[in-house]
Nanobody, 134 residues
C-alpha cells in the first residue's frame, strides 16, 4: 500500500523560499503520476505541480517560474521547491499519487488556466502547512 508523508512546511516571509518533501513508501512500481496540491478553502484544493513517470511536468499558471517539482531516481521522495513565495501561496500542501491519466488531466487544466481539484488521484498524504507572512 502506497503511503505519502509530507514535510518541510513552515513559516517564511514574502519573497522567501521553502522546499517541501514527500516521502513515498510501499510502491511496487514507478508512480505513473505524482503531484502537489494545496487547499485553498475548506472544500477546495488546487493543483500546483505534477510530474509523470516520463519526467514530464505541469504547473499551475500561478506558480509557473517560481515552483519546481522533482523526485529522486528511485522515486523515494518527491520535492516541491518554492521560490519567491507570496502571501497567496500560504496553504496546506499535499502530495498525491495517481494514474498517468491524472497527469494528463492536470496538464489540460494547467493549459486552460483552470483549477483542478485532483479528483483523479487515489493516494494522498496528510499535508504540510506553509505560512507566508511578514
Amino acid at each position: 500500500q502506497v503511503q505519502l508523508v509530507e514535510s518541510g512546511g513552515g513559516s517564511v516571509q514574502p519573497g522567501g523560499s521553502l522546499r517541501l518533501a514527500c516521502s513515498i513508501s510501499g510502491i511496487t512500481e514507478i508512480p505513473r503520476c505524482m503531484a502537489w496540491f494545496r487547499r485553498i478553502s475548506e472544500k477546495e484544493r488546487e493543483g500546483v505541480a505534477a510530474v509523470d513517470s516520463s519526467g514530464e511536468t505541469s504547473y499551475a499558471d500561478s506558480v509557473k517560474g517560481r515552483f519546481a517539482i522533482s523526485h529522486d531516481n528511485a522515486w523515494n521522495t518527491l520535492w516541491l521547491q518554492m521560490n519567491s513565495l507570496k502571501s497567496e501561496d500560504a496553504a496546506m500542501y499535499y502530495c498525491a499519487a495517481g494514474p498517468r491519466a491524472a497527469c494528463r488531466t492536470f496538464e489540460a487544466h494547467a493549459e486552460a488556466r483552470a483549477r483542478y481539484n485532483g479528483k483523479d488521484f487515489h493516494t494522498w498524504g496528510q499535508g504540510t502547512q506553509v505560512t507566508v507572512s511578514s
